[in-house]
């Protein structure tokens, strides 16, 4: 799953809950976000932490 990162402001948003609350509330999953209309949207397919990770990695590191 991915991560929505932006969207542009000719976008309309809704979040819902996919397959019932308790769904959700069980797995920590289940929170839909649908987008209608013209523009652009951008998404980031890894999670958060793993992100971080990566970019530690590649960026160049000075301490202060």
Do not use: C
């Not at 000719?10 to 289940?30: L, N, Y």
């Not at 998404?43 to 530690?56: C, D, E, V, Y």
């Amino acid at each position: 799953s991915g991560h929505l990162v932006a969207y542009d402001d000719t976008i309309d948003m809704k979040d819902r809950t996919a397959g019932g609350i308790s769904t959700a509330m069980k797995s920590g999953e289940g929170m839909v976000v649908e987008l209608t209309g013209p523009g652009r949207v951008w998404t980031q397919s890894r999670n958060p932490n793993g992100l971080i990770g990566w970019l530690t990695t590649v960026l160049p590191f000075t301490r202060a």
